[in-house]
């Protein structure tokens, strides 16, 4: 049983996979021994096999308290989340829904919302960092999470209050690991996944704009630090990255924000367009600018003269950029303003 089950017939294999369950089911260091095999079996070609699998690894990993590889179980079991077998997708969506979205129990043994945020924080994170080796951010729809969270909220029941008090514990961590100069960034990854499947998760009744005004003020250029690696640089970009995709989410559903609120976001967003070293910063924030243009006019005009002073740059500047200079500084100037103008000419088309 080292390596996963070798036998053609799919009877077989599942045979080995639920003898396999049966002995690792309450043993936690057989189940990390055996880890890899039960991890290979979640995507064996037999569906009886896979559905065998998935099971076993929510028992005997998912379910047991400290168990070291619980996170990677998880997103083992995510990525039977598009199974084009109709059952195994019903099936990890109760997985997902016992774990992070059952009400409270009556009798205490449920987690916490703090506890079931961390949780999924994880999990957000590590199917992120599974994906492709580029900045993937805006998530795309195919992210088997997004599917998670949309299968769950769609529930009729508790589901969607549950929801709501998991977004209220995200945002608390994010805030809390920030103060505390922790890693925010698994608990903005989720927010932004809870944000895509269901943006009114993040808007409270009593006081829709509340999850914009805790993010926005940490929309700055950061400070240049010299001795920062390409990796922390890179993470600093993402981090932004999911701050703007969650404000871009919250303004294009709501009704109204404060106008001091929405000047200093503003401000800010256009800075970041001016002098951040990320293309992809550059365009979260034009497009948070233009979802910011519905409560907000002057932001239309903002980014609309944004892209006016981009264009009259590159006219000054079309015989560098069909001769280049030799100076390397000169180069890169143009580049980025070459860079900028593609990025906001279409969303302030969008707002004019």
Not at 312 to 336: D, F, V, Y
Request: glycine letters at 2%.
């Amino acid at each position: 049983m080292q390596s996963p089950p070798p036998d053609d017939a799919v009877s077989v294999r599942e045979a080995a996979v639920d003898l396999l369950g049966k002995h690792i089911s309450s043993k936690q260091d057989l189940a990390l021994t055996y880890f890899e095999v039960l991890a290979t079996a979640v995507r064996d070609p037999g569906t009886s096999v896979r559905k065998r699998a998935v099971n076993i690894m929510w028992e005997s990993c998912v379910k047991q308290p400290g168990f070291p590889k619980a996170t990677q179980a998880c997103v083992h079991i995510l990525t039977r989340a598009t199974d084009p077998e109709e059952s195994i997708q019903k099936l990890v969506s109760k997985v997902f829904h016992n774990l992070w979205f059952s009400p409270p129990s009556s009798t205490g043994e449920s987690l916490t919302p703090r506890v079931r945020a961390q949780q999924l924080a994880e999990v957000a994170l590590a199917v992120y960092e599974a994906g492709c080796s580029a900045i993937h951010l805006p998530l795309e729809p195919s992210n088997p999470l997004l599917a998670i969270l949309k299968q769950a909220v769609e529930r009729e029941g508790d589901e969607r209050a549950v929801g709501q008090t998991l977004a209220n514990a995200l945002l608390e961590n994010v805030l809390q690991a920030v103060d505390e100069q922790a890693d925010s960034f698994p608990s903005l990854m989720a927010l932004h996944a809870f944000c895509l499947a269901d943006v009114t998760l993040c808007m409270p009744p009593d006081d829709p704009a509340s999850f914009a005004r805790c993010l926005a003020p940490y929309l700055k250029v950061p400070t240049p630090d010299k001795d920062a690696t390409n990796q922390q640089k890179r993470r600093s970009a993402e981090w932004l990255l999911c701050i703007l995709a969650i404000l871009s989410s919250l303004l294009s559903k709501l009704d109204r924000l404060a106008p001091e609120a929405a000047q200093d976001l503003e401000s800010d967003l256009v800075q970041l367009i001016h002098a951040h070293h990320y293309v992809q910063v550059v365009s979260g924030a034009a497009q948070t600018l233009s979802s910011l243009a519905r409560l907000s006019p002057s932001a239309g005009q903002r980014l609309t003269a944004l892209m006016t002073m981009y264009i009259g740059s590159l006219k000054q500047r079309q015989p560098l950029l069909e001769n280049p200079s030799p100076s390397a500084a000169e180069q890169q100037t143009n580049i980025a303003h070459t860079s900028r103008h593609a990025l906001l000419s279409p969303t302030a088309h969008c707002c004019a």
